[in-house]
């Protein structure tokens, strides 16, 4: 049930130029994908960039099977 949750969570991609929303289930490798301040990040993602100035991110793992940084 919780991964079937995690991975209908909705999220912005940027695919061939343009912003596009897709579910989490649906991404593919070499996606770039947008997080928002606030929004559970997905756990087999890579941070690049960050927004904080001193490239700061902070890690909550009460969550063990699926999203767990939140930016």
Known sequence: ???RKANSYRV???RNG???RVK???LK???LVKIEKGQPF???LLLLNT???DGICYVETSSLDGFV???
Request: no cysteine.
């Open 12 to 14: 912005k991609v940027i």
């Open 29 to 31: 490798v070499g996606d």
């Open 1 to 3: 049930m919780s991964d």
């Open 18 to 20: 343009q912003e596009v």
């Open 24 to 26: 989490t289930g649906s």
């Open 51 to 53: 927004s904080y100035e």
């Open 69 to 71: 940084l939140y930016l």
């Open 42 to 44: 997905p756990a087999d």
